[in-house]
């Protein structure tokens, strides 16, 4: 969801995509990370810059299951961060999982990303806007004709697309706080063309894996979809 729809918001703010969608849901919407909570999150926020990336861990893909970033994980888990309940130290306090839900998350879950990717969320974090990546002042101006990286306008989404935007009052990724700078950047948005729902229990996780999502998020996402 994070990567997701960070990489949505960023297309339709530049015009791509819109072409090829009727409407687009974004569940637990990340725009921007400024009072993101989890501790493992911020952690990683601060130490994921270029320059530690590549010497600490030397290789392109983050994976999280290979020993050398297994190892990175028990070294912070050991040290400033209990990682005991791993998965709510970056998703948030979910209500409503259970532990088949948990067992098979964890089969499967976290997935390898590019190191990029990550060093990105960081600076997304560290700068409190979503900008193109940023490089050095230098590979900047070859890049984008400027020392810095240019922020998304997220007002530039188009004001017809149907969006709905669901979020949850305990997510420590998707903070409420960054999602309703989110909606700020869409208040003109045509009032019939905006679906905002708001589930005060939900953390990050519960959205995919909540034992009441078909009830709580999913029945108004269909309906959404059927209208539009």
């Known amino acids: 969801m994070l990567q997701g729809t960070l990489i949505a918001l960023a297309s339709f703010a530049e015009g791509r995509l819109v072409d090829k969608l009727k409407s687009a849901a974004l569940l637990s919407p990340v725009a921007y990370l400024a009072h993101m909570s989890t501790p493992i999150g911020i952690f990683c ?3 994921f810059v270029g320059e ?7 290789v392109a893909e983050f994976n999280p299951k290979a020993e050398i970033v297994t190892n990175f994980l028990k070294t912070i ?23 088949s839900s948990i067992e098979k998350f964890l089969k499967y879950e976290p997935q390898p990303t590019s190191t990029r990717t990550m060093v990105h969320l960081a600076q997304t974090f560290r700068e409190g806007v ?27 989404i188009p004001r017809s697309l149907p969006l709905f935007v669901s979020y949850g009052g305990q997510d420590s990724l998707a903070d409420s706080s960054d999602v309703d700078l989110l909606l700020n950047d869409l208040k003109l948005h045509d009032r019939d063309k905006l679906t905002v729902h708001f589930v005060k229990d939900y ?16 029945n ?3 309906a959404f979809f059927d209208r539009n």
């Open 52 to 58: 530690v990336v590549t010497d600490l861990l030397g």
């Open 220 to 222: 108004s996402l269909i």
């Open 130 to 156: 979503l900008a193109k990546y940023n490089f050095s002042e230098e590979e900047n101006m070859k890049r984008y004709g400027q020392s810095t990286p240019p922020v998304y306008k997220l007002s530039n």
């Open 45 to 47: 926020a601060k130490a």
């Open 77 to 99: 888990c050991h040290g400033p961060l209990n990682c005991y309940e791993f998965m709510e130290s970056y998703t948030g306090d979910n209500c409503c999982l259970n532990a």
């Open 203 to 218: 953390a990050h996780a519960d959205f995919v894996m909540g034992v009441s999502a078909k009830q709580v998020v999913y």
